[in-house]
């Protein structure tokens, strides 16, 4: 039989317990924190949106703003459909581009990069991420742009021709600022993004699972295709994700480079427009419906990125059920 020396032991509260609940407390206010936040912008946003938040507005390709200083249109009209288009072409390009580069840049420093040359390129790529976007928008503007205009009219001559592709590829405009500069450039923004989280989830694959591979005898891109890359899907589409966020919200280096001309057309070598880039040119005189409009569009790229990460949340859930074995 044990005896209790002191018996009010039994009843002292572990001090670890009260440690324990007050990091718990801390860490769930400060994500409740954050949503509550993202719930007041998007509030604010929308409350000073209302005047413009019309059918027309999500379904219109029409962009007739009414000027104060001038006489203007007797029924303006504040269509988004126009940005929208051109915010999903430049991001998709970005990420045509982008993805693959990043990724084998990725794979080659994890994988096949000496430890010398493994640290020059990774400070290399961070360097690449700090630059500012008004530099690349202006690098864009007075390098890239001028110098893709030969290669973009030998794009228009050989393939204008081919039933569907020639649409994407029709009469170029002489400036060089159009859907597929905005497109490199910002993918030039994002690969330093991709590439980094990209590294890091690499890193994480079990030697074991790699020396498995190797053991059944298989070759170095069988080992990546079926070792690395599966273990790694989630975390690469995380990555893909937040360079797609970077993409879809990035401002003066698309405004700079995009051309400015309000239309919608497949042709990938003309001017359009963006979302960031609409309101970056235009909120600083707007007022009454015109600046009710832009802020509408804010709140479409706020929804629209909110969509996007909850379809790869998707993606992503259904990737790892059918890994694990189970039905989809």
């Known amino acids: 039989m044990t005896v209790v020396d002191n018996p009010a032991s039994l009843t002292r509260k572990d001090p670890g317990r009260h440690a324990d609940r007050l990091f718990w407390a801390l860490c769930v206010s400060a994500g409740l924190a954050v949503l509550l936040v993202l719930g007041l912008i998007l509030a604010s946003m ?117 039933p569907v592709i020639g649409s994407l590829f029709g009469e170029t405009v002489s400036s060089g600022r159009n859907f597929m500069t905005a497109g490199l ?47 790694s ?22 405004a700079l480079v995009i051309g400015s001309a309000v239309q919608i057309t497949p042709n990938l070598l003309a001017s359009g427009y963006a979302l960031p880039a609409v309101i970056v040119n235009t909120f600083g005189e707007a007022s009454g419906d015109l600046r009710a409009a832009l802020i509408g569009m804010g709140v479409v790229l706020f929804i629209l990125t909110v969509g996007v990460n909850l379809l790869a949340r998707f993606v992503v859930r259904r990737a790892e059920i059918r890994m694990k074995g189970a039905p989809a």
């Open 233 to 254: 899907f989630g975390g690469v589409v995380g990555a893909v994700i937040l360079g797609l966020g970077r993409a879809m919200g990035e401002t003066i280096a698309v």
């Open 46 to 162: 929308l409350q000073q949106s209302l005047p413009a938040l019309t059918k027309e507005f999500f379904t219109s390709s029409a962009w007739v703003p009414n000027d104060p200083d001038e006489a203007g249109p007797l029924h303006p009209q504040y269509g988004s459909l126009t940005f929208l288009y051109g915010t999903v072409i430049v991001s998709v390009i970005a990420l045509v581009v982008a993805v693959p580069v990043s990724l084998g840049i990725a794979l080659f420093l994890t994988e096949l990069a000496p430890r010398r040359v493994r640290s020059s390129v990774v400070l290399l790529i961070d360097m690449l991420a700090a630059v500012p976007s008004v530099v690349f928008g202006l690098w864009g503007i007075i390098v890239v742009a001028p110098a893709l205009v030969p290669v973009y009219e030998w794009l228009h001559d050989t393939l204008g021709g081919v």
């Open 185 to 231: 450039i910002v993918a030039v923004m994002i690969i330093p993004i991709i590439t980094s989280i990209s590294r890091e989830v690499f890193a994480t694959v079990p030697n074991s699972d790699k020396q498995a591979a190797y053991a059944l005898g298989a070759t170095r891109w069988e080992m990546i295709k079926g070792a690395v890359l599966p273990h």
